[in-house]
């Protein structure tokens, strides 16, 4: 099987982990009155919708293929901001995600493992 026909089998294979992206958002959001704790937890809510894994209560993570996937998703979050608060959207390649050093209890963890592509379309 030649190389040409080999990115043909597997759809997406052409993409590199420099071209596959993740989306982190993160997020101070003020939830001193009611109002201001419903509009936190329906973010919450869309991004977990959305398709985003959190990470820690106030970040979550989602895979996308590509920068215009990317773009998809922060026109998304943006047309659902909460009214107060500041949120960050961070982009960064599924080879940096690699990299990424975790501690937990005091201890270096692994990395975690990058998802297989296919299993998230």
Not at 105 to 116: F, L, V
Request: glycine share 4%.
């Amino acid at each position: 099987m030649t190389r040409r026909e080999d990115k043909g089998n597997l759809g997406l294979a052409h993409l590199s982990g420099y071209q596959l992206m993740w989306i982190l958002v993160t997020f101070d959001l003020p939830v001193e009155t009611r109002k201001q704790r419903a509009a936190a937890t329906k973010f919450r809510l869309f991004l977990l919708d959305q398709g985003f894994e959190m990470s820690q209560f106030s970040n979550y993570l989602r895979f996308c293929n590509g920068k215009e996937q990317f773009e998809a998703y922060a026109r998304k979050i943006e047309a659902n901001l909460p009214q107060w608060g500041d949120i960050y959207i961070f982009q960064f390649t599924d080879r940096q995600y690699e990299n990424i050093v975790r501690f937990s209890d005091q201890r270096r963890r692994r990395s975690r493992k990058n998802p297989e592509q296919m299993a998230l379309f």
